[in-house]
């Protein structure tokens, strides 16, 4: 069987079903894992609350590369593909303006921000693209 695991972030499928993921894999099924918030961050242009996180988080380097690369690595000890839509993780997203979209800790688990209207279709759109028709989204 054809499976693919939609992870939000880079580490969510891996530490929330790695354990299923690997014996999906051994037993011989067709294993996948999409990143949804897999794009870059503009390091150049963040909100104070993004700054605030990274120094939270200890990070003295791109948090998001180091994110991909450990994903990378934990989907080769699982022996399985990875795939990354370019939507960076919200902390990073804002308008051309420059108005960030998440700039609080307690924005993050509110609505989506009305700016935002069409990334859901946009997202569903891909991923009707891309999924294999005999696969299932996990």
Same mark, same amino acid.
Request: hydrophobic content about 40%; some cysteine; aromatic content about 12%.
């Given at each position: *069987? ?16 790695? &354990?299923?993921?690997?014996? *999906?894999?051994?037993? &011989? ?9 897999? &794009? ?5 242009? *963040? ?8 120094? !939270?988080? &200890? ?5 998001? !590369?180091? !994110? ?7 989907? !080769? ?29 307690? +924005? ?5 921000? +009305?700016?935002? +209207? ?21």
């Amino acid at each position: *069987m054809k499976f693919i695991f939609l992870s939000p972030h880079f580490d969510d499928a891996v530490f929330s079903c790695g &354990g299923l993921i690997w014996e *999906m894999v051994q037993r &011989g099924d067709w294993v996948k894992i999409w990143t949804i918030c897999g &794009g870059d961050a503009d390091l150049g242009q *963040m909100s104070p609350f993004a700054s605030h996180l990274h120094q !939270r988080w &200890g990070t003295e380097e791109d948090p998001v !590369r180091v !994110r991909r690369a450990e994903n990378r690595k934990a989907a !080769r000890l699982l022996a399985v593909k990875t795939r990354s839509f370019p939507i960076p993780d919200c902390i990073y997203r804002h308008s051309v303006e420059g108005e960030f979209y998440y700039p609080t800790e307690e +924005s993050l688990f509110g609505d989506l921000d +009305s700016h935002e +209207s069409g990334l859901i279709d946009w997202l569903a759109s891909e991923i009707t693209r891309l999924i294999p028709s005999d696969a299932e989204l996990v």
